[in-house]
Nanobody, 123 residues
Framework: QVQLVESGGGLVQAGGSLTLSCAAS????????MGWYRQAPGKERELVAV??????TNYADSVKGRFTISRDNAKTVILQMDSLKPADTGVYYC??????????????????WGQGTQVTVSS
């Protein structure tokens, strides 16, 4: 059973910084990508940043230049958030696409989600 455990959310003033961490545990072949999504009250969940095996990264336009996503090791992803704005407030969810080998020997990607961590930026 795969689990994603997040840490690092909290309350910060505008202009401040927070670091989110997400660690994957369990038995699996490999992680194709890890990323962060967020959901503000009354809004849909949106992509914040993702890092693909090999190091390619992708960011939402609203966070480019302020957030940095990185892999600490094969099973951990870090989101460094600087120059935070009240608009960054929301529940941040870790996501990982992980390969599992099925009965026929085919690698099947499966999406996993963390439980979410609250980030609140006050003005």
């Amino acid at each position: 059973q795969v689990q994603l455990v997040e840490s690092g959310g909290g309350l910060v003033q505008a202009g401040g910084s927070l670091t989110l961490s997400c660690a994957a545990s369990g038995s699996f072949l490999g992680i194709n990508s890890m990323g962060w999504y967020r959901q503000a009250p009354g809004k849909e969940r949106e992509l914040v940043a993702v890092i693909i095996t090999g190091g390619t990264t992708n960011y939402a336009d609203s966070v480019k230049g302020r957030f940095t996503i990185s892999r600490d090791n094969a099973k951990t992803v870090i989101l460094q958030m600087d120059s935070l704005k009240p608009a960054d407030t929301g529940v941040y969810y870790c996501n990982a696409e992980i390969d599992h080998r099925d009965y026929y020997g085919v690698d099947v990607p499966v999406d996993y989600w963390g439980q979410g961590t609250q980030v609140t930026v006050s003005s």
